[in-house]
Each structure stands twice: as C-alpha cells, then as structure tokens.
C-alpha cells in the first residue's frame, strides 16, 4: 500500500534539523497518533454513536464503550448484546459516520497549543502521523487547519492490513521514515495505541486525554499532559 499526502509537501527525504553540538537530541523521529492527541475528536466520534443507535431505541452506555474501545471494540459490540442483527448494525454504521463527519464540519476539536508546538518540535525532530482514522474523515479535520505541514506523511487506517493495537502501524511508519526503534519516540493517547507501539518496541508517550483517562498505561515511557513537554524529552531535558 502506498501512503497518502493530501496536500502535503513531499519532505520524506528531508535531512534532520540541524542542532548546534550543546544540544543533545536523543530521539530524532516523532510519530503521532492523531485523534485524542492532535484533535480533540473522540468525544465527537462517541456521540456519533450514541446519536445511530438511539435512532433504533438503544442507549450507548458510555462507561461500557470505553472499556469496549480499550478491548479494539466500540459502539457495536453493545448493539450486538442487545440483539441487533448485522444488517441493522450495517446501515446504522453508516448512520453513525455520517454524524460524525457532521460533528467534524461543525464543532470545535482543535486542542489549543498544538499548532505552535509541532512548529517547536519540527525544528528538532521529522515528524508523521500513523492514525486509525479513515481517509474521509482525515481529509475532512484538515481541510482548513495547519497541522499536515509539519508532517513528512500521514499514515490512515486504509494504509496498513492490521490496526493498532497490532504493531504494524507503527512498524509501517518507522519503515517509511528509515529511522530506528531507538531513535523514535511514539505519541499516544489510548491503551490501544501504547500496545501497538509496546508491540513495535518503540518508546511511547502518553499525553493527557480526559477521554481516555481510566485506561491501562503502566507500560508508557513517559506521561505528559501537554505535547510541548515532548520537547524535553527528545533533547533528554532533566
């Protein structure tokens, strides 16, 4: 599979940033996860499946919904319980993305800082992004925003066979960038993406998300609660 640039200027062959010998970079590649770190679109994508199943009589339990997304679940594994059959799950999942890409138009889910700290990092360190999102739903958050251009390429969910938390996502972009295990550090906001990049031994970073919150991150390199902190931990700020 080839990976998609909409819009974006081809800098994969780009040369590291230059940094004078006083400063020590240890990780010199940044792959992002995308919703829950650059945009604050979870909360949105939950509700788009809330909204689908009241249409046919079924309240999405929330507390339920995350455990289900921590497991790689979500919205459909409590429809299935209540006894929706396939067919029903089918059109009420095309109900749902249609809701949420409304919800994409229409609400707010820039995450303030974010735009000013990729142009901090990208003086320091190539940067990319390996998302679940679909090609759709991607192109649409960044119709008008400024984020790609400090990216070397986007990875979307039509990119790679095996969504996270299997590691070939990750695998997938570090290959794309020629860096090493060593070299990356991985940011991420779900248990799901930490045991994707747990499973590529890749370095991880989880920032702060209140969404995600309550999930299992014992195995993370490091806890932020803004990305600008990524910043001291590339250049082994103590």
């Given at each position: ?166 590691p070939e996502p990750y695998l997938t972009g570090l ?64």
């Open positions: 599979m080839t990976s998609w640039q909409p819009h974006a200027r081809q800098r994969g062959s780009r040369r590291l940033p230059w940094l004078p010998d006083r400063i020590k970079r240890v990780k010199k590649y940044i792959l992002f996860d995308h919703d829950g770190v650059l945009v604050d679109t979870e909360f949105w994508y939950y509700k788009a499946g809330e909204r689908a199943l009241a249409d046919i009589g079924l309240t999405l339990d929330k507390d339920q919904y995350l455990r289900d997304m921590n497991q790689g679940l979500g919205t459909w594994a409590q429809a299935r319980a209540a006894g929706i059959d396939e067919q029903a799950i089918s059109r009420q999942r095309e109900v749902r993305n249609d809701y949420y890409q409304e919800y994409l138009r229409t609400e707010a889910i820039e995450i303030d800082g974010v735009v000013e700290t990729l142009a901090e990092l990208s003086k320091y360190a190539r940067m990319a992004i390996v998302t679940t999102a679909k090609r759709v739903d991607f192109e649409i958050i960044h119709e008008k925003r400024q984020i790609r251009k400090f990216m070397d390429f986007v990875l979307v969910r039509e990119d790679y066979k095996l969504a996270k938390p299997h290959k794309r960038l020629g860096a090493t295990k060593e070299e990356t550090l991985i940011v991420e906001d779900s248990s799901r993406g930490l045991n994707s990049a747990v499973a590529a031994g890749i370095d991880c970073a989880i920032v702060y998300n209140d969404f995600t919150k309550a999930h299992d991150f014992s195995q993370a390199s490091y806890r932020i609660e803004t990305l600008i902190e990524l910043k001291d931990i590339i250049l082994n700020v103590t």
